[in-house]
């Protein structure tokens, strides 16, 4: 199955969107009157934090997908 065309550009962007999501609230840049009331619970830090780690794990593939051209998904092991 091949996907749509605009699956690439809309992975990616959703991709860096969440990136950046993740640097801006680390960062602390995010103004106080857009928070909501609870932003500085312990548990709701965790859980952002959480995705932290997780994050090379799901984008990084993605975005280097383009140069690994020998990778294929039906050959056994994934490789030709």
Do not use: C, H
């Amino acid at each position: 199955m091949t996907e749509p065309a605009f699956f690439r550009p809309l992975s990616l962007i959703v991709d860096l969107g969440s990136i950046a999501y993740g640097a801006i609230a680390l960062a602390g840049l995010i103004p106080d009157e857009y928070l909501f009331k609870d932003y500085g619970d312990p548990i709701f830090l965790a859980w952002n934090g959480s995705f932290l780690l997780l994050y090379p794990f799901w984008f990084l593939p993605d975005l280097v997908q383009d140069s690994n051209k020998e990778l294929r998904m039906d050959a056994p092991g994934g490789r030709r």
